[in-house]
């Protein structure tokens, strides 16, 4: 009985119930597009931030998080490199050293990266000769320095 009346109730005024139910149509509707456009969105930055410069993983010298110094690197080699790619999930090791120095002009002084990358290697990993504006990238010829 309360059912048939709760029923009778909503729809005595036919266009308060069709207003409220397309406006909560599409207030979910709404926000299950716009939960998706986050979701979508967080996915797309995560995979631009790995693939354009970390990886997905990192590894250091033991003690270098304690003390993040250029002291605390290691020597990279092909025994190593082996050993990084055995787990059949790793699909590419790119060697990388990264410091940090100090920029000085007569006027001011600022903090500068200094990384050292395998040109070859960065290819596979981030691509920057795509992301190049003038000039041409490392090529085989040019000499290390």
Do not use: C
Request: proline content about 3%; aromatic content about 12%.
């Amino acid at each position: 009985m309360y059912l048939k009346l709760a029923w009778r109730n909503i729809w005595r005024n036919k266009r308060r119930t069709v207003i409220t139910m397309v406006s909560i149509f599409f207030a979910v509707f709404f926000s299950i597009f716009m939960l998706s456009m986050q979701n979508g969105s967080y996915d797309n930055i995560i995979q631009n931030t790995v693939g354009s410069f970390t990886g997905y993983v990192q590894i250091h010298q033991k003690g270098y998080w304690n003390e993040q110094n250029i002291d605390n690197s290691f020597e990279w080699s092909k025994q190593l490199q082996q050993q990084i790619r055995q787990p059949e999930a790793v699909t590419e090791v790119v060697p990388r050293l990264e410091s940090y120095a100090l920029l000085a002009s007569t006027q001011k002084s600022k903090a500068g990266l200094v990384l050292a990358i395998d040109p070859a290697k960065e290819q596979a990993l981030s691509a920057p000769q795509k992301k190049l504006v003038q000039g041409n990238y490392f090529d085989k010829k040019d000499e290390e320095r």
